[in-house]
């Protein structure tokens, strides 16, 4: 079981940076790929970035280029470093890792991503 909590949204100007982390606790965080998602208001949630356990990234077409995931299996912590943050970024982030049966199925609880133009 793996518990997930998100910090480090706020407000920024486009073209700006902001960089989320996500605290996880439990056992086996090493063992687990773990990823972001995103919802912007009236839309659906969607992929935004994964990292499996071994480090290799994969990342929505909308962010190539300018986010970047990364983890710390000594702190047990994710992150996502954000920058050429663009209004269209706004949504609320959330973390999440896989089950041991391949599903998304852990999820911290959000945190607000909000850029203005």
């Known amino acids: 079981q793996v518990q997930l909590v998100e910090s480090g949204g706020g407000l920024v100007q486009a073209g700006g940076s902001l960089r989320l982390s996500c605290a996880a606790s439990?056992?086996?965080?090493?063992?687990?790929?773990m990823g972001w998602y995103r919802q912007a208001p009236g839309k659906q949630r969607a992929f935004v970035a994964a990292?499996?356990?071994?480090?290799?990234?994969n990342y929505a077409d909308s962010v190539k280029g300018r986010f970047t995931i990364s983890r710390d299996s000594a702190k047990n912590t994710l992150y996502l470093q954000m920058n050429s943050l663009k209004p269209e970024d706004t949504a609320v982030y959330y973390c999440?890792?896989?089950?041991?049966?391949?599903?998304?199925?852990?999820w911290g609880q959000g945190t607000q991503v909000t850029v203005s133009s």
């Open positions: 439990g056992s086996g965080f090493s063992i687990y790929a």
């Open positions: 990292i499996t356990s071994g480090g290799k990234p």
């Open positions: 999440a890792a896989l089950d041991p049966t391949g599903q998304w199925n852990y």
